[in-house]
């Protein structure tokens, strides 16, 4: 089967060979330099304990130095999993979302086709920069030197000049003997709707050659020179060579400077990208005037694994780059990522580099923003959080978003962090509450054999571990657990469990994960087990005095909600008294009167509201000193052992 040259080009330009091989291999970390895509590892191929097989990823080929083995992703796929050429196409074609052509028995004909409309497409550069020396493209040229383009950068990227002629371009090309059909199949001309002769595209208008990776022309963007023009900006039309949405302005002259080290930087145009070129920033693409498209996303990452996006400092530039955010976050994966950098206020790169030199531009890019960042501030924007119902609808728009993530470790941290920004909105800088434990009273004069140390398995125990009193990490425990086999009831204690304050860091990190999966519906528990580790949530549920809560033994939604109910209530006034005492210690040294006695009262009784038996409950359970529900049939019965026990040693 014969395959059209364009597809396998296209094939190789979707494919990372970095991943493909690392399917296969372990990289060395020490030698390999994954942001310029240069890897190695021991080769496949032979036997051996050094790192002497090296993928270039820009160039997408490998080589060991060892056996010599070389070749590119279709070439390994081949050779690694015994395939012959047409499977390993399709089994890349697969992971690139991309259909293999079918049969064909005139591809080579439309291979040749494709290869003279490059040639026209090469003949139209060539006329056009000609027209640019000539008298009628004074007002171009004098454009063009206000904006301060050097002569050999209009040589670089082959600027030209489209004269404000209707048939310049096309009686030039009849001239060279290049068919009509040729010219129309570029998009260089346009057929007339009143039966004459096609009229050029382009026309009254500077001229800037867009080319493929392989420095191929493939379309033209050409800047009208009439302030009046209803297009500023006119890019050619869609052709069998040309493809907007998949393509990306100085493409190939950036994966070159960016595999030297250089940042990716994405800029809304032409000027832009040719400003920072100029300027020292050779790695400089930009999206063809067009909202970035998945594929042109795809096409950066292939050259750089976190780009940076140069916004214009204007809502426009905000606006775009919101949109943006939505189209990466279900792309992200581990290390590929997006950086924001916002230009001052009215101002564009071209600008900026312009007016204050590179050393500005340089200071933007070094403040870029991760994308989170962002991500919370178009959320948060212009809103006001002054009751619960605000805050809980922001909760419900954010979770919406991390759903969009579709790796689970990058979810995660994404909610990380967005917790803690909420906490920096809502809270401040004020730290959060951890109640003191207790310190060990030794009396003076006392061996230091007699002090009691912790055991070993007592320091690596969750109590121990805990930075609240015993009380608390217990309550915790009992809230997440619960939550965790009665998943039903989640909803209702979400804004709550957002606001709760653990006493150690890994039930904090377990109340994000379970957070992020309040909407995950029958597949939470399997879901929660992917993102933090079937052994830790197991770990959770096996402590031993969560084995006489009722909503843990028995999952029933009405018990588990009363159960979590009067937890969170428990805490509550337990820390609230414990404030309130210390609060009071501190204000001893002033004035004590009857102001300082009745807040100590009422958080007391809030206490010991907290802590009467509930014996108007239906569920007929009491709560035990540990904060465990213990239904009253057990209590009883233990009490009645207990009665016999020391019935028996008072009788001895």
Known sequence: MSLPPGFLDELRTRVSISQVVGRKVMWDTRKSNQGKGDMWSPCPFHHEKTASFHVDDRKGYYYCFGCHAKGDAISFVRETENVGFMEAIQILASEAGMTVPQSDPKAQEKADRRTELSKVMEMAVQHFKLQLKTGGAAAARDYLAGRKLKPQTLDQFDIGFAPDAWQGLWDHLRGKDVPEDHILA?????????????YDTFRGRIQFPIRDPRGRCIGFGGRAMDPNDNAKYLNSPETELFDKGRSLYNHGPAREAAGKGQPLIVAEGYMDVIALVEGGFGAAVAPLGTAITEDQLRLM??????????????????????????????????????????????????????SQGREAVQAVLDGAMPMVDLLWQRETEGRVFDSPERKAALDKDLRA?????????????????????????????????????KRQYVPRGTPAWKVSQPQATTKSSRLAQATGTTDDALREAVILAVLIQNPKVLPEFAGALEDLEFSNADSAHLRDAILNLVEAGDAFKEALYDSVGGERVETLLGQSHL?????????????????????????????????????ALEDMDGLVDEGL????????????????????????????????????????????????????????
């Open 301 to 354: 990452w292939r050259v750089s694994p976190e780009p940076i996006i140069a916004l214009d400092g204007d809502k426009a530039g905000i606006r775009a780059a919101m949109r943006v955010i939505d189209l990466a976050l279900p792309l992200l994966e581990a290390g590929q990522s997006l950086r924001f950098a916002v230009m001052p206020e009215g101002q564009d790169p071209d600008d900026l580099i312009r």
């Open 401 to 437: 978003k991390l759903k969009l993530i579709q790796d689970p470790s990058i979810r995660n941290h994404y909610g990380e962090a967005i917790k803690e920004l909420r906490y920096q909105l809502f809270r401040g800088a004020r730290p959060a509450y951890q109640p003191g434990a």
């Open 597 to 652: 006695t009745w807040r100590l009262q009422q958080a007391a009784a809030a206490l010991d509201t907290t802590q009467a038996p509930e014996n108007d409950d239906q569920a007929s359970y009491d709560i035990g000193a540990n904060g465990a529900k213990v239904a009253k049939t057990e209590r009883d019965a233990l009490n009645a052992l207990l009665d016999g026990i020391s019935f028996s040693k008072n009788k001895k």
């Open 547 to 583: 084995a006489i809560v009722p909503a843990i033994r028995n999952p029933d939604p009405q018990t588990a909600s009363l159960c979590v109910a009067e937890e969170l209530a428990k805490l509550s006034a337990h820390r609230g008294h414990a404030r309130e005492v210390s609060e």
């Open 186 to 198: 570029c998009g260089l001309a346009k057929p007339s709707t009143k039966g004459g002769k096609p």
